[in-house]
């Protein structure tokens, strides 16, 4: 059992509240998984539209004190690329970097082995931790900051282990992260056709390879929801899947729905969650339109 | 009498449960604010009255003995589940699992109830307005459904003695559910049926339902014939 959220406004209003009502939304689901938790917050973080070349904002984080500054320098160097630092809470940091992804990910593989980045993209920031969800949010403040959308995810291992870089999100490409209610029964499988087409895994975590088997097919010009087909055509198992993207917000279920799954619209946003009781705190709820998504059909929204 | 009021943002749910569980047979009481809380009204065998002010969650009314739940609201999965005796409404839509494995009692959604409505149904009776979806009635033993609305796929798939009647379309049946030729006796069923379910179920005309039950071909087990599993 875990528990997902998330939450896609479409009212730039409520912006300022997007981590205040995250974080409300991923405590309500403690009881579903509590031995680990993490979220993924999208925000215009550029004011101009990025030059080509773009700079990344990389999620970083470690289980050991590390001086972000000094490895932010090494980094540049390895690169020749100059870097900025953004704090983002206790042993974790952004680095901003418009170096190509691959060799920005080999230089911290490099100069920092302990160090896992837990997601990276232009808009996109991950924080994940090993422990209850109301202790991580208050630890990062995530109930501070503003975005136009972002998911949340408090887990109950049953495939893996309870680390940091086992719980969710899963975020293996710019901008996507997907958290995932459920267990994927054929994921080995999967996992070894993918490395076989040279995509690795960081885990043996099974939604992983779902995170990774949807952006390898999005690298290949599919779009969101030709992804998550890609899913229900090449993965085992019970799951409801929340994955989104810069622009997008997308629920799946598995074919039998084994996992439950609750969406609420209003004209000011779209939020969708394990468990109703996780939505009833939001502003307007009462005049949503609440709904459960049905067997193998893709919901997608849009921004 | 008047009713206690017990609100769920003051109160946990095995302080709620347990003051419900105290009330004399007879009495009733308001349950405020539920917002999705799980497990309220559950395990009760007081024949008391039960109004759920709101949307709540799971296993609503679940182990029931006695008591009459009503919730103005919608309701998460397993509204009722085993239930024994006494009734559960739920005035809006159920999720997953409604009434499922319950032995006696009634169940009325006046609503849509979502996938596996009925599941392992032992011995009571549900009654849906809408619609339900896939793999509803699974393995029911005994009891009976009415479904004023359409159902989904795989309806009374491995059913057993329990019947399903259903007013609107079926999307497909399950393996070893056929549909049977209505008699007069399960109009009569239908008509006590759609009056005992009340608001939500006028539409039903019980000349017109579809009766599914068991072809009872996978009662014996026969691992090298006709295999429909």
Request: charged letters at 20%; hydrophobic letters at 40%; a negative charge.
């Amino acid at each position: 059992m875990c528990g997902i959220v998330g939450l896609h406004l479409k009212n730039p209003g409520l912006q300022p509240r997007l981590g205040e009502l995250l974080t409300q939304m991923l405590e309500a689901m403690t009881t579903r998984g509590p031995d680990s938790a993490g979220i993924a917050v999208y925000a215009d973080r550029d004011p101009a539209p990025a030059p080509p070349g773009q700079e990344l904002r990389y999620s970083l984080r470690s289980d050991e004190t590390i001086d972000w500054d000094l490895l932010a320098k090494r980094i540049a160097a390895e690169t020749g690329r100059d870097l900025r630092v953004e704090p983002l809470g206790p042993d974790s940091a952004v680095f901003v970097s418009p170096a190509a992804q691959t060799s920005f990910l080999a230089a911290v593989r490099r100069a920092a082995p302990q160090v896992t980045v837990p997601g990276f993209g232009r808009s996109m920031v991950v924080v994940k931790d090993v422990g209850a969800p109301a202790a991580i949010c208050a630890r990062y403040g995530i109930g501070g900051w503003a975005g136009y959308q972002g998911i949340g995810h408090t887990r109950m291992a049953t495939e893996s282990a309870v680390t940091t870089a086992h719980s969710h999100p899963f975020a293996p490409a710019a901008d996507l992260a997907l958290v995932h209610n459920g267990s994927f029964s054929n994921y080995a499988t999967v996992r070894g056709r993918l490395a076989r087409q040279g995509i690795r895994c960081d885990t043996d975590n099974d939604s992983e390879v779902a995170a990774r088997l949807i952006a390898a097919r999005m690298a290949e010009g599919a779009d969101l929801a030709d992804g998550l087909r890609t899913v229900l055509k090449e993965m085992d198992g019970f799951f409801t899947l929340l994955v989104t993207t810069r622009t997008q917000f997308a629920v799946i279920r598995d074919s039998f729905a084994c996992k439950p799954a609750v969406i609420a619209e209003t004209p000011d946003y779209v939020a969708m969650a394990s468990e109703y009781h996780a939505l009833a705190g939001l502003p307007g709820i009462t005049g949503a339109r609440v709904f459960e998504p049905m067997p193998e059909e893709i919901h997608v929204w849009s921004r | 009498m008047e009713p206690v009021i017990l609100s769920c943002a003051e109160l946990s749910t095995r302080e709620i449960n347990a003051a419900l569980a105290a009330l004399p047979d007879g009495a009733s009481a308001r349950v405020l604010e539920p917002r999705g809380r799980h497990n309220l009204a559950v395990g009760l065998s007081n024949r008391v009255r039960i109004d759920i002010e709101g949307n709540a969650g799971y296993f609503i009314g679940g182990l029931g003995d006695g008591p009459d739940v009503v919730v103005h609201g919608f309701t998460g999965w397993s509204v009722g589940e085993n239930l024994q005796a006494g009734s559960v409404r739920v005035e809006g839509n159920a999720s997953e699992c409604a009434g499922a494995s319950s032995r006696g009692g009634t169940i009325v959604i006046e609503g849509d109830a979502s996938s596996r409505a009925g599941i392992s149904l032992k011995g009571g009776t549900i009654l849906v307005g809408g619609n339900v979806g896939h793999m509803s009635g699974f393995m029911a033993q005994a009891g009976v459904m009415l479904i004023g609305g359409d159902a989904g796929d795989a309806l009374g798939d491995s059913l057993y003695e329990a019947v399903i009647y259903v007013a609107g379309k079926i999307a497909s049946l399950g393996s070893d559910a056929r549909i049977e030729e209505l008699t007069q006796s399960d109009v009569r069923a239908v008509k006590a049926l759609a009056e005992l379910g009340g608001d939500g179920f006028g539409h039903v005309q019980p000349e017109n339902v579809t009766r599914v039950a068991s072809a009872r071909g996978l009662y014996n087990f026969d691992a090298l014939k006709d295999q429909k599993y």
